[in-house]
């Protein structure tokens, strides 16, 4: 059986025949309006409206509010039916049509007018005021229907009344597949109690989150603050989960689509949420300066950091990228992430160890980077306690590798990524990093480029940190390990710090050690307790103990080193005692007694060349012939 004529399919569809209803209530609204003002323009006699008249000038105002409604998306589905959006476009109808019946009426004599020039004028008005008027009426309908049929749906409270809150309830109400139904809103600004959006009034701040729960029925707590800071974020998540509110999230505000708020985007939060959303102002003008158009290195591109470098300086359009990384499946995944595709057939991935001197110099000199990102390390504090030598061959001599090549291929700026265990250390991690800044400020000493080191705490999901094992012990079951109950961390996402990274580059002084703004330090047990409310399942936390050269307490700063913020509000600067090469350049793992512990631990403990002159020439620390 066919499906019938073409008009009759169109006119099948649902939206089509939404949109001529539409036209023809914004004609019937011309038409009463015309008439209204004809009639007032008469002293309310009727017999005296020129009806014929009247009526034979309705077809020209209908075609033109058709047109001029197509013309500006009206009545083409472009906007939400009775958003401001729309209204605005029927204001742009109402006065083209109106503009055409005015020009049409004036083609006669002042005698012979159909309608009244004043009655075409206050006929728009009226007419203006009917179209959105209606529209009005029909979403308050839609609005209170869908509250009606929401029975089901999880009933929400929603903290923050600001634009995030009023964008978030509109969509909740709008979208007909919104599995949430705005109960109340909660806001700490006194000046915002007397709000109400559509139907969801404001019924006190942060303290009435129990009451309001109670009183409404409420499910689950909204934060619509997109630029809400970690801070605020435990505050809302201790208050909700004692109650058995599920916790909700928008995302930052640069996460958000067109910055407009959509059902899709609400999400149950993560530990980002509570520990990071640092808000980076970064001057994009002093970053394109140094990147646009120069070639660019990253070494440990394949890692968290060098990752997110790559993606971050991506996007400022450099001459080349050139991604460097010993873990080809690493470099395979950020070319795919970069790329849209993985063939590893690309120049600008060069599968490298840091510790081949020889190929790290020749790479540089072949290819000359004007910048270089050094993020290539070992990280993990336990091994590396293990293994301590392995921390000297990659985060000193390989750091040193990349130093040397930089200097023999001219590098402008060279950035070394370092961390927070460099302040005051006491592991083999923090000994090894604390050494690559002192060689990178000896280079800074004796180079024409800007060579410093960037330091900063922990980065939310970099692979193997506390925050990876917790996800995995929750999906397991638990319990979460944590080492001590007083144990805390400085925490940032990977890409706030990679922002500030970047930031640093452009502002760093050469020899200096710029130090990120990481916040508040944070109870690592209450951040495994946060985790479990919100996952909530009951899984115990066991205390496990500190492991060696672990810190109850990490620092940002060491001893002696100032917090001076010259360049930027959210990055210090110290400087950094200068190391010679000469100290660990020839040393020699393989001599009987060699110690990488010691030696690490006494060239931080002086930092100056005769940390290691004053050592035995004979001992276990000789140089190799």
């Given at each position: 059986?066919g499906?019938?004529?073409?008009?009759?399919?169109?006119?099948?569809?649902r939206s089509?025949?939404?949109?001529?209803?539409?036209?023809?209530?914004?004609?019937?609204?011309?038409?009463?309006?015309?008439?209204?003002?004809?009639?007032?323009r008469?002293?309310?006699?009727?017999?005296?409206?020129?009806?014929?008249?009247?009526?034979?000038?309705?077809?020209?105002?209908?075609?033109a509010?058709?047109?001029?409604g197509?013309?500006?998306?009206?009545?083409?589905?472009?906007?939400?039916?009775?958003?401001?959006?729309?209204?605005?476009?029927?204001?742009?109808?109402?006065?083209?049509?109106?503009?055409?019946?005015?020009?049409?009426?004036?083609?006669?004599?002042?005698?012979?007018?159909?309608?009244?020039?004043?009655?075409?004028?206050?006929?728009?008005?009226?007419?203006?005021?009917?179209q959105?008027?209606?529209?009005?009426?029909?979403?308050?309908?839609?609005?209170?229907?869908?509250?009606?049929?929401?029975?089901?749906?999880?009933?929400?409270?929603?903290f923050?009344?600001?634009?995030?809150g009023?964008?978030?309830?509109?969509?909740?109400?709008?979208?007909?597949?919104?599995?949430?139904?705005?109960?109340?809103?909660?806001d700490d600004?006194p000046d915002?109690?007397?709000?109400?959006?559509?139907?969801?009034k404001?019924?006190?701040?942060r303290?009435?989150?129990?009451d309001?729960?109670?009183?409404?029925?409420?499910d689950?707590?909204?934060?619509?603050?997109?630029?809400?800071?970690?801070?605020?974020?435990?505050?809302?998540?201790?208050?909700?989960?004692?109650?058995?509110?599920e916790?909700?999230?928008?995302?930052?505000?640069?996460?958000?689509?067109g910055?407009?708020?959509?059902?899709?985007?609400?999400?149950?939060?993560?530990?980002?949420?509570?520990?990071?959303?640092?808000?980076?102002e970064?001057?994009?003008?002093?970053?394109?300066?140094?990147?646009?158009?120069?070639?660019?290195?990253?070494?440990?591109?394949?890692g968290?950091?060098?990752s997110?470098?790559?993606?971050?300086?991506?996007a400022?359009?450099?001459?080349?990228?050139?991604?460097?990384?010993?873990?080809?499946s690493?470099?395979?995944?950020?070319?795919?992430a970069?790329?849209?595709?993985?063939?590893?057939?690309?120049?600008?991935?060069?599968?490298?160890?840091?510790?081949?001197?020889?190929?790290?110099?020749?790479?540089?000199?072949?290819?000359r980077?004007?910048?270089v990102?050094?993020?290539?390390?070992?990280?993990?504090?336990?091994?590396?306690?293990?293994?301590?030598?392995?921390?000297?061959?990659?985060n000193?001599?390989?750091?040193?590798?990349?130093?040397?090549?930089?200097v023999?291929?001219?590098?402008?700026?060279?950035?070394?990524?370092?961390?927070?265990?460099?302040?005051?250390?006491?592991?083999?991690?923090?000994?090894?990093k604390r050494?690559?800044e002192?060689?990178t400020?000896?280079?800074?000493q004796?180079?024409?480029?800007?060579?410093?080191s960037?330091?900063?705490g922990?980065?939310?999901?970099?692979?193997?940190?506390v925050?990876?094992?917790?996800?995995?012990?929750?999906?397991?079951?638990?319990?979460?390990?944590?080492?001590?109950?007083?144990?805390t961390?400085?925490?940032?996402?990977?890409?706030?710090?990679?922002?500030?990274?970047?930031?640093?580059?452009?502002?760093?002084?050469?020899?200096?050690?710029?130090?990120?703004?990481?916040?508040?330090?944070v109870?690592?047990?209450?951040?495994?307790?946060?985790?479990i409310?919100?996952?909530?399942?009951?899984?115990?936390i066991?205390?496990?103990?500190?492991?060696?050269?672990?810190k109850l307490h990490?620092?940002?700063?060491g001893?002696?080193?100032?917090?001076r913020?010259?360049?930027?509000?959210?990055?210090?600067?110290?400087?950094?005692?200068?190391?010679?090469?000469?100290?660990?350049?020839?040393?020699?793992?393989?001599?009987?007694?060699?110690?990488?512990?010691?030696?690490?631990?006494?060239?931080?403990?002086?930092?100056?060349?005769?940390?290691?002159?004053?050592?035995?020439?004979?001992?276990?620390?000789?140089?190799?012939?």
């Amino acid at each position: 059986m066919g499906k019938g004529p073409q008009w009759l399919q169109v006119w099948g569809r649902r939206s089509t025949r939404k949109r001529v209803v539409q036209a023809a209530i914004d004609n019937a609204a011309w038409a009463i309006a015309l008439v209204f003002a004809e009639w007032q323009r008469r002293d309310l006699d009727p017999t005296r409206i020129n009806w014929h008249g009247l009526v034979a000038m309705l077809p020209i105002v209908f075609a033109a509010q058709a047109l001029a409604g197509r013309g500006s998306g009206l009545y083409r589905g472009r906007w939400i039916f009775g958003s401001f959006e729309e209204v605005a476009a029927v204001a742009r109808t109402v006065v083209v049509a109106g503009t055409v019946l005015l020009c049409a009426d004036l083609l006669f004599t002042s005698s012979r007018r159909p309608i009244a020039i004043g009655a075409v004028i206050g006929g728009g008005l009226a007419a203006f005021l009917l179209q959105g008027g209606t529209r009005y009426a029909w979403r308050l309908v839609q609005e209170r229907r869908f509250r009606l049929r929401a029975t089901e749906r999880t009933r929400v409270l929603v903290f923050g009344a600001g634009a995030g809150g009023i964008q978030a309830v509109h969509a909740m109400l709008r979208d007909e597949s919104s599995p949430y139904l705005p109960v109340a809103l909660i806001d700490d600004d006194p000046d915002k109690r007397s709000f109400t959006v559509m139907g969801a009034k404001v019924v006190g701040g942060r303290s009435a989150i129990s009451d309001a729960a109670e009183r409404y029925g409420a499910d689950a707590l909204l934060v619509a603050v997109p630029s809400a800071d970690a801070t605020l974020m435990r505050e809302l998540i201790d208050l909700a989960v004692p109650l058995g509110l599920e916790l909700r999230v928008l995302p930052a505000v640069r996460d958000l689509l067109g910055g407009q708020v959509r059902v899709v985007d609400i999400r149950e939060p993560d530990e980002r949420d509570f520990l990071g959303r640092h808000q980076v102002e970064t001057d994009l003008d002093e970053i394109s300066h140094y990147l646009t158009g120069r070639v660019i290195a990253v070494t440990g591109a394949g890692g968290s950091i060098g990752s997110e470098l790559c993606r971050q300086i991506a996007a400022f359009a450099p001459a080349e990228l050139i991604m460097i990384d010993r873990d080809e499946s690493a470099l395979h995944a950020v070319q795919l992430a970069l790329d849209g595709r993985a063939l590893l057939d690309s120049p600008n991935l060069v599968l490298l160890d840091i510790r081949d001197r020889e190929r790290v110099r020749r790479l540089f000199c072949d290819r000359r980077p004007d910048v270089v990102f050094h993020a290539a390390a070992l990280k993990h504090l336990p091994l590396l306690e293990a293994h301590p030598v392995e921390a000297l061959k990659t985060n000193v001599w390989g750091t040193l590798a990349v130093l040397d090549a930089a200097v023999a291929a001219g590098v402008g700026t060279f950035v070394n990524i370092s961390t927070d265990k460099a302040a005051n250390p006491t592991s083999v991690l923090g000994y090894s990093k604390r050494v690559a800044e002192g060689l990178t400020a000896y280079t800074a000493q004796r180079s024409p480029g800007r060579f410093l080191s960037v330091r900063f705490g922990n980065v939310l999901g970099s692979r193997g940190s506390v925050l990876t094992a917790f996800r995995a012990q929750i999906a397991n079951g638990g319990p979460l390990t944590v080492t001590d109950p007083e144990v805390t961390r400085f925490f940032m996402t990977v890409e706030e710090a990679v922002q500030l990274v970047v930031q640093a580059g452009a502002i760093g002084n050469p020899g200096e050690v710029l130090v990120l703004d990481m916040g508040e330090p944070v109870r690592i047990a209450d951040v495994a307790r946060r985790l479990i409310g919100i996952s909530e399942r009951a899984i115990e936390i066991e205390y496990t103990g500190l492991r060696p050269g672990e810190k109850l307490h990490e620092e940002l700063f060491g001893d002696g080193e100032d917090d001076r913020r010259e360049h930027h509000e959210l990055i210090s600067a110290v400087c950094a005692p200068a190391l010679d090469p000469a100290c660990v350049r020839d040393l020699n793992p393989a001599a009987p007694g060699f110690d990488a512990l010691v030696l690490l631990r006494g060239l931080c403990d002086g930092m100056l060349a005769s940390a290691y002159a004053a050592l035995p020439s004979d001992g276990p620390y000789s140089v190799s012939a």
